[in-house]
């Protein structure tokens, strides 16, 4: 592709959304991947993300919107999660693999009975960035502003949960909800995020920016700030080379993500 035409390619409406939604995402999948981290949940991402086969399968079989339907599952589906690993004595990662074993089986054989044209059941495996509209940049701009009001205002609490959770329960932190509440808020982060890299890439997307900015970082702001700005610029660049080599947006910009892992991690390496 030739300048002028790769420069034509971004003044397209559907490529700005792109762009700005691979922006808004990116910040939000590392400001959130970073909590996951940091509570040993990185799993977390990849077993809401491959409950979405049974969402969307619900979605088709019931003829309801799929987005708002997979939204909706998401959320429900993270919280139920959350709430067995409180109340039982097995470890995270578990519950995590029960509970997506469950999903996809669950999702698998409710595909069989799914009628017609399948191919936008088997479009979420991937994702397209491309099919972003306002409604979804509106929405994530508002998730944004949630997600970093919150965390402005429970700031001390956060680092208290994330690091110590016996005594945040011990300061009479409300740990329970301060966790469904940020469980509403990556599901659907998640649910979204499903639309732009799919099912196979979500956990992906979420985990290597903060995984990068923790090799980096060791105050908590900073961490955040810089999990979030890889996760930016990450999308950016990632649709400059879709873009200007014709690939898909959503592995461009996770294959993104992951150099800025490797490259940080040879140059932690090295110092």
């Known amino acids: 592709m030739n300048l002028p035409d790769f420069l034509n390619l971004f003044s397209l409406p559907f490529m700005q959304r792109a762009v700005i939604g691979g922006v808004l995402l990116g910040i939000l999948g590392g400001i959130l991947g970073s909590f996951l ?3 040993r949940l990185s799993l977390f991402g990849a077993t809401v993300g491959h409950s979405a086969i049974l969402g969307v399968v619900l979605a088709a079989l019931l003829e309801l919107p799929a987005t708002w339907t997979l939204i909706g599952f998401t959320v429900a589906f993270g919280l139920g999660v959350i709430y067995l690993i409180d109340r039982t004595n097995l470890r995270n990662d578990t519950v995590l693999c ?8 669950l ?28 409604t979804d ?12 009001f919150w965390i402005i205002i429970s700031l001390p609490e956060q680092i208290l949960l994330t690091f110590n959770r016996d005594l945040a329960l011990v300061k009479g932190v409300p740990v329970l909800r301060y966790r469904y509440f940020f469980t509403v808020l990556l599901a659907i982060t998640i649910a979204i995020t499903i639309r732009i890299v799919g099912i196979v890439l979500v956990n992906g997307f979420l985990v290597i920016p903060a995984a990068s900015a923790r090799l980096i970082c060791r105050q908590f702001v900073p961490f955040l700030a810089t999990a979030a700005g890889i996760g930016a610029t990450s999308g950016v660049i990632g649709m400059i080379i879709s873009g200007a080599l014709n690939l898909p947006s959503g592995p461009s910009i996770v294959l993104v993500q992951l150099f800025w892992f490797l490259a940080v991690a040879l140059w932690c390496r090295q110092g």
């Open 98 to 105: 029960i509970s997506m074993s469950g999903s996809v089986a």
């Open 37 to 39: 981290i940091l509570r």
């Open 137 to 148: 940049l509106i929405l994530l701009s508002l998730l944004l502003f949630v997600t970093l």
């Open 107 to 134: 999702g698998t054989i409710g595909f069989s009975y799914v009628k017609g044209y399948r191919g936008n059941l088997l479009s979420i495996l991937f994702g397209d960035i491309l099919t972003i509209g306002n």
